[in-house]
């Protein structure tokens, strides 16, 4: 398996993954060990998917978890979407793009974006 695939696996499964640097930070239950093995193994190709992914956020596929929601925005220093009502941006240059969801997601989108790691949006 490549590192995107590895990560797709990892992330899947429920273990988060991110870089520092040239180190990768591993987060999940204990019976995930073997996929662990697995990255740090090829650990030169998982952090080159993980850079890959700096900058690219995929947007949440559902309404706010707490407000229902359904405008967020990104900051320009990268990171999560954000739910504009819960936490609006401080100011519009602080805003790297917008986006409103639509009422509903084909289950066939939703399939394939979990496949490659999308979570659900989380209250900030």
Same mark, same amino acid.
């Given at each position: 398996m490549g !590192?995107?695939?590895l990560l797709a696996a990892a992330r899947v499964a429920g273990l988060r993954v991110r870089?520092? !640097?040239n180190r990768l930070v591993m987060r !999940?239950?204990?019976r995930l060990e073997p /996929?662990?093995?697995q990255l740090l193994e090829a650990k030169a190709e998982v952090l080159a998917a993980l850079r890959d992914e700096d900058g690219f #956020?995929?947007?949440p596929l559902r309404p706010c978890r707490m407000c229902r929601g =359904? =405008?967020?925005w990104r900051h320009v220093h990268g990171g999560h979407f954000i739910c504009d009502t819960c936490h609006p941006a401080p100011a519009l240059e602080?805003? #790297?793009e917008s986006i409103v969801l639509a009422p509903a997601i084909s289950e066939d989108l939703k =399939?394939? /974006?979990e496949r490659y790691g999308w979570e659900p949006c989380e209250a900030h």
């Open positions: !590192g995107v695939d870089h520092e !640097g !999940g239950p204990k /996929l662990v093995c #956020a995929i947007p =359904r =405008r967020f602080l805003v #790297a =399939r394939l /974006l």
